[in-house]
């Protein structure tokens, strides 16, 4: 079985501060991860996902992420954050050797920027 | 142009009336999700179909349906809407082509249903 843990429902930064959304998972087989984000009143988007290719992942806008197996993490950093990066961040594992892709949600982080 | 589109976008309607949610997309994917989120649970798995002929139940299925018209159409239905089903809910796609896509989906805007 699968599950994801988000560590923070809320995390305030100052903008040009850095971020860290903090992800836990658990998974019988070889895991997918993604980070999505949701902007208000928008879908979401991919911002990063991890398929076994680095454990250090670059994504979109700035963001980054880190697969640590031995700690069953995937939190996801930016070193200076920004106001339009206000927004709510999902955390996603799937398992990887399977044909159906079912994923699984963590509860999500609201990330708040002030200025 | 959007490649999940949704529609409508918000709707408001009253217990015991039917509703049909509609997704299109254009991106050439087999398979279709539905998923409903509500607030401080994250996202939650409907339906879902891997072609036109291949329709499963998801974690939450009690209370919808669904119809796959065609691959680029599913469409969720509440026959009888109530207060619980209140929710914003997403469609999403995902092309089982190709081992770097595999996985990934991608959302529509979502629809924002309130049953009164």
């Known amino acids: 079985a699968q599950s994801v843990t988000q560590l923070d429902s809320h995390v305030s930064v100052s903008e040009g501060t850095p971020v860290l959304l903090r992800c836990n998972y658990s998974?019988?087989?070889?895991?997918?991860l993604f980070w999505y984000v949701q902007h208000p009143n928008k879908g979401l988007q991919l911002l990063l996902k991890?398929?076994?290719?680095?454990?250090l992942v670059k994504g979109i806008n700035g963001f980054e992420a880190e697969f640590k197996k031995s700690e069953t993490s995937f939190h996801l950093t930016k070193p200076s954050a920004h106001m339009s990066d206000a927004a709510e961040y999902f955390c996603?594992?799937?398992?990887?050797?399977?044909?159906?892709?079912?994923?699984?949600f963590g509860t999500g982080t609201r990330l708040l920027v002030s200025p | 142009d959007a490649d999940v589109t949704q529609t409508p976008r918000n709707r408001i309607t009253k217990t015991g009336k039917r509703i049909m949610l509609e997704c299109s997309q254009t991106?050439?994917?087999?398979?279709m999700y539905w998923y409903r989120q509500d607030p401080g649970l994250g996202l939650r798995l409907i339906y879902y179909?891997?072609?036109?002929?291949?329709?499963n139940k998801g974690e939450i299925s009690d209370g919808y349906s669904v119809s796959r018209q065609a691959q680029a159409k599913f469409s969720l239905s509440l026959e009888s809407a109530i207060p619980n089903q209140t929710a914003l809910y997403f469609c999403?796609?995902?092309?089982?082509?190709?081992?770097?896509?595999?996985?990934?989906?991608?959302f529509g805007p979502g629809t924002r249903l309130t049953v009164l």
């Open positions: 998974s019988s087989y070889s895991p997918s």
């Open positions: 999403a796609t995902s092309d089982a082509g190709t081992p770097s896509s595999y996985n990934e989906q991608f």
């Open positions: 179909s891997f072609d036109v002929k291949d329709i």
């Open positions: 996603v594992v799937s398992p990887m050797n399977t044909g159906f892709q079912k994923l699984v």
């Open positions: 991106k050439g994917h087999d398979r």
């Open positions: 991890y398929t076994s290719a680095a454990t």
